[in-house]
């Protein structure tokens, strides 16, 4: 074999290996339109539709469609609210603010903290949320609430609402 044409073999295979390695990061990387939390999302329990948009300079959720009355607790009965005030037009996420915005300015953030209010207890809890696309094309909206340390929370599963389009 010779000089040439083992370099001629090495690089194929590094391109191979790059093509390989280019085309795994464009899957495993959410586009920044599916990574984008701005939209209708369907509640955890489906009972709410919640549209996220830019409230100031964060980002807030707003009650748009009221789809149903089902608890969180276990056995999903109706609820019953410690929050007596008609869900529609209620502000559920408050404060979303960019957890990494002081990394690179060009890319777009990947995760936001902010409150998320229940309803169903009366209470508002700290909260972070993300937009994975790993289950789902169009994306779920994570929403980790908490106590104290995010280490000590729960995270719910909201399903963007399909387009019109």
Same mark, same amino acid.
């Given at each position: 074999?010779? /000089?040439?044409?083992?370099?001629?073999?090495? !690089?194929?295979?590094?391109?191979?290996?790059?093509?390989?390695?280019?085309?795994?990061?464009?899957?495993?990387?959410?586009?920044?339109?599916? @990574?984008?939390? =701005? $939209?209708?999302?369907?509640?955890?329990?489906?009972? /709410?539709?919640?549209?996220?948009?830019?409230?100031? @300079?964060? &980002?807030?959720? %707003?009650?748009?469609?009221?789809?149903? +009355? =089902?608890?969180?607790?276990?056995?999903?009965?109706?609820?019953?609210? @410690?929050?007596?005030?008609?869900? &529609? $037009?209620?502000? &559920? &996420?408050?404060?979303?603010?960019?957890?990494?915005? %002081?990394?690179?300015?060009?890319?777009?953030?990947?995760?936001? @903290?902010?409150?998320?209010?229940? =309803?169903? +207890?009366?209470? %508002?809890?700290?909260? +972070?949320?993300?937009?994975?696309?790993? $289950? +789902?094309?169009?994306?779920?909206? *994570?929403?980790?609430?908490?106590? !104290? *340390?995010? /280490?000590?929370?729960?995270?719910?599963?909201?399903? =963007?609402?399909?387009?019109?389009?």
């Amino acid at each position: 074999m010779t /000089l040439l044409s083992l370099h001629h073999r090495s !690089g194929r295979a590094f391109a191979a290996v790059l093509l390989f390695a280019t085309a795994f990061t464009a899957q495993a990387q959410p586009s920044s339109a599916a @990574a984008d939390p =701005r $939209g209708r999302w369907i509640t955890a329990n489906g009972n /709410l539709e919640v549209e996220v948009a830019p409230c100031g @300079a964060a &980002l807030c959720g %707003t009650v748009t469609k009221v789809l149903g +009355n =089902r608890s969180m607790a276990p056995g999903g009965g109706d609820m019953q609210a @410690a929050d007596k005030r008609p869900a &529609l $037009g209620m502000t &559920l &996420l408050k404060d979303f603010a960019p957890v990494d915005a %002081t990394a690179d300015p060009a890319r777009p953030p990947t995760e936001w @903290a902010g409150e998320i209010y229940n =309803r169903e +207890n009366g209470k %508002t809890y700290r909260c +972070n949320m993300s937009v994975s696309t790993a $289950g +789902n094309a169009a994306g779920e909206l *994570l929403l980790h609430a908490y106590v !104290g *340390l995010p /280490l000590f929370g729960k995270t719910q599963r909201w399903v =963007r609402v399909a387009s019109n389009d």
